[in-house]
């Protein structure tokens, strides 16, 4: 039951469909869609590009996504990997001959090939019931017309104001004046809005052939990129079957490795077996424990995952009971491990949406450029700014994540779908990077094990090891810290908080939508 005395955003209620994204125009854009007759598809890719524009920072069309559908609401859900490639020159010898031992998040060779239209072609044509032409229209109006420039997004855009400088073309692009644009002011994106009306006219060929492919080829090349129109015209986003566990009477299903959704499925199998559900949520004993049980599911995740095509992630054993008995059993409710860093923990900038239709279509969708402005790598003349997800491989001989041709990199992008009793009952998903999946945890614990709505569950303070230290945001009590602090944790306040995040729960019985979306973020859950 939602406490009155805190100050807060309320749930929203609806009946025919809902969208929760991290912006009041994407949220519009496809409730619109909906009332004209659209699914829930043909509204999340319609959001999802529209918030292209608006976040320009957060997510991109050079950039990836991942999707998972229940169609009707059912329990078969599909998964859709939309996750782009290194290209076929990136052997692990070439950047060992360049002297480097990592890929800089700001090199040309941190971008690997764009896979987010190919997935959004994709779906709309196996599962959408409009054209790449009219779902991107709304996009292109913004890019073209312009929008008014919500607070978050400004003050992100303030904040990378120095990353944007180092690159002309990005500097160009959103820079022009020389500082980032205010809060309130008019946006446009016109050589973005060109790029949109090219894949609306021509689909996926409009950006990964032709003139558009061709000149970020040439640009990435310019740059020493290995890139080439082949990578770009080979691009293909792959139907994938997710991989899930059960808890609390509900089954969580995320994307399989190259994501990282098996990590919150890892540490949520170990939280099962500490007894955390009588715990005071806000309370040192289940912030310890659910810290102790990601820290090992995060060391899992950075030991194994890697793209399945090309190297063996042991799913089963890392989903086992035999892995979460052993693991559960080493952790002291009283003292935290010493145990190595995850790698690279700052969470990252991303967006999530979450669409639900009169038919119960539920769409769990994300699309990013991973850090803000990706790369900060951009083509002026196609309005096209590149991710850097290629920085999530290593260069480790032998490592499954190593760096290889046509491979894709360790993705900390992942959407999720709870279902119970055959049908699927909450899309979600939380923003951040690395801390997606111990968000996923989070969300999940707060409403089956503490009794939240997805407000509230959204809303609850949340937490992360960074850097040898647990990052905690503003709202649990000083006892809490207190009691961290005497558990062996080094706890400071997590500047800025971490991502976002959205969801919708289905009620079955009732006939209604319950959305939430996160006030860390400009977004809204609208409904009608």
């Known amino acids: 039951m939602r406490d009155f005395q805190r100050p807060g955003r309320s749930t929203v209620h609806s009946l025919n469909g809902m969208c929760a994204s991290s912006h009041p125009q994407a949220s519009l854009t496809a409730v619109d869609i909906m009332k004209r007759g659209g699914n829930a598809v043909d509204a999340a890719v319609a959001a999802s590009a529209v918030l292209c524009v608006v976040e320009p920072m957060m997510t991109g069309i050079g950039g990836d996504c991942f999707v998972l559908f229940a169609p009707k609401g059912s329990s078969d859900v599909i998964g859709l990997n939309g996750s782009g490639r290194a290209p076929a020159g990136a052997t692990r010898d ?103 009306r090219a894949i609306g006219e021509r689909g996926r060929a409009g950006f990964y052939e032709g003139e558009i492919a061709e000149r970020m080829v040439q640009t990435l090349q310019a740059k020493g990129g290995l890139h080439t129109l082949e990578d770009f015209a080979n691009t293909s986003a792959d139907y994938v079957a997710p991989i899930s566990t059960d808890t609390r009477g509900h089954r969580l299903l995320e994307i399989p490795p190259n994501g990282q959704g098996i990590t919150a499925l890892i540490a949520l199998n170990i939280l099962d077996r500490l007894n955390v559900d009588g715990l005071d949520p806000r309370g040192p004993e289940r912030v310890h424990l659910q810290v102790e049980a990601a820290r090992r599911a995060y060391a899992a995740r950075d030991m194994y995952v890697a793209d399945m095509d090309q190297a063996q992630v042991p799913v089963d054993h890392l989903l086992s009971d035999a892995f979460a008995d052993a693991i559960a059993a080493e952790i002291d409710p009283d003292r935290a491990a010493d145990l190595p860093q995850a790698q690279d923990n700052p969470h990252k900038d991303t967006t999530y949406l979450t ?73 979600f998903g939380v923003m951040g990077g690395h801390y997606q999946p111990m968000g996923h945890v989070q969300v999940v614990l707060n409403m089956l094990a503490y009794g939240m709505d997805i407000q509230e569950a959204i809303d609850f303070p949340r937490f992360l090891t960074e850097d040898g230290t647990l990052a905690i945001e503003r709202g649990l009590p000083a006892a809490t810290l207190e009691g961290l602090t005497a558990r062996g944790h080094r706890v400071a306040e997590a500047v800025p908080p971490f991502g976002g995040g959205q969801g919708i729960a289905i009620n079955w019985e009732q006939g209604t939508l319950t959305g939430g979306s996160d006030p860390r973020k400009d977004g809204a859950a609208i409904g009608y």
């Open 355 to 427: 669409v639900v239709d009169k038919d119960r279509n539920a769409v769990s969708f994300i699309n990013s450029l991973f850090q803000g402005f990706g790369s900060t790598i951009a083509d002026e003349q196609t309005g096209v700014v590149f991710q850097n997800r290629a920085a999530g491989f290593v260069l480790e001989d032998g490592h499954p994540n190593c760096i290889a041709p046509n491979k894709r990199p360790m993705h900390t992008i992942i959407p999720a779908m709870l279902v119970k009793d055959e049908k699927a009952v909450m899309p």
């Open 94 to 196: 070439y950047f060992v001959e360049q002297g480097l031992d990592r890929i800089g998040e700001t090199s040309v060779h941190s971008i690997s090939i764009p896979g987010a239209i190919d997935a959004w072609a994709k779906l709309l044509a196996d599962h959408g019931t409009m054209g790449m032409d009219e779902v991107l229209a709304p996009a292109i109006a913004f890019a073209e017309e312009g929008f008014a420039l919500s607070p978050r997004i400004a003050i992100d855009w303030m904040f990378l104001v120095p990353q944007l400088k180092n690159d002309p073309d990005i500097r160009s692009l959103y820079l022009p004046s020389g500082d980032a644009p205010v809060i309130g002011s008019i946006w446009k994106s016109p050589a973005l809005g060109r790029t949109l």
